[in-house]
């Protein structure tokens, strides 16, 4: 009996009623025999290392005939006991060895290198780190050993960060028509080069959905300008112009006006204004429209 | 693209040219050709040039939306073009390509009336 037998049989007799080691511990044909007996040839063997680690999946397959030499509990918690099977049919329910195998990468000129990979898993759904290596086994033959560590929670942190960050760049620019015509994008916070690449996208698909021939921008919730975010307004103003209607930066706050001025930045062929009424006026204009005072109107005439 | 195949249109007092696709060089050069060939025959009010399926937009043919308004200015007309799709535009600020003076419209009937309202 080897050591890895008596060892999985100790713990048997300790923990009646877990069902660890049940059918590794039979004995089994061949291969599982041979699985049994084996580790690496030099130091502690697998079983001793990983068996108790929850955390980690832990396996080792034949590169050439893909079958499953070790497992730890980890493993066998989630795929069952599947020793001496295909690891692509235990691990991705498949009837081939994976395309994404990552064997080429441990395997022959790479021989000895540790390949790390993230990876999610379809039968369990769970999302792994791996760390893949030959390792040398007994008979002389070098086997893939796979270390895994779960990090589906980590994926799905970063997961609901991105979706907040996207959700944040969506809320800031939004476009919205408030006469035929004429839009208005108020810009609300810092512009960095993301954000003012979502807006000109933004902006410009909104203005050709809606053939819009005025653009109000408003500056007013513009935390800070400088020569970077002049910058990208320039370039958002150049590209609108190109699909034929027309920019007007309102809300000019005086700090900002000071601001562009010290830099140098011209904006003399933009139209500016220090309001959103003040823009609104110029984009009536633009359409042939109006905007006609009754009360004054009717007091000049009484 | 054949360049025979290109349709310059006289529209009432303008000519209406429709940009294929995706215009290879050759192509371009033979836009230019034709259009101010229409110049002089018809003497129009002005060119409009409809680039709503163009998919891409290259420093060439940028260069030469530029030069054709030079040349139809000399000859009296106005160039607008019309519908460039919005990818296209974000595409051509950011290789900061220009087109010189050439007006731009959302799209064809925005364009006539940019060339009717103009004198």
Known sequence: MSKNTEKREGKKAEKPQSKRGGGRATPSPAPQAEARESGPSQGPPLSALFDDIEEVVVYVSDPETYELLYFNDAFEQSWGNALGEQCYKVLQGRDAPCPFCSNPHIFGENLGRTYSWEFQNEITRRWYRCLDKALDWPGGRKVRFEMAIDITQLKEAEEVMRAQADEIIELSTPVIPIWRGVVVAPLIGSLDSRRAASLAEDLLTRVAETQSQVVLLDVTGLAAIDTQVAQHLIDTITAVRLLGARIVLTGMRPAIAQTLTHLGIDLSGVATRSSLAGGLQIAFQEVGMRIVDEKAEKGRRA | ?119
């Open chain 2, 1 to 119: 693209m054949a360049a025979e195949a290109l349709s310059v249109i006289k529209v009432r007092d303008m000519l209406l040219v429709t940009v294929p696709p995706d215009p290879d060089d050759e192509t371009i050069t033979a836009l230019q050709d034709r259009v101010l060939e229409a110049m002089e025959r018809h003497a129009p009010k002005g060119l409009i040039l409809d680039i709503t399926t163009v998919e891409s937009l290259d420093s060439f043919f940028a260069r030469t939306i530029a030069e054709t308004t030079q040349m139809v200015a000399l000859m009296g007309g106005l160039t607008v073009i019309a519908g460039m799709r919005p990818a296209v535009a974000i595409t051509t600020t950011q290789l900061g390509l220009t087109l010189g003076s050439t007006l731009a419209a959302l799209d064809v009937d925005m364009a006539m009336d940019l060339l009717a309202n103009h004198d």
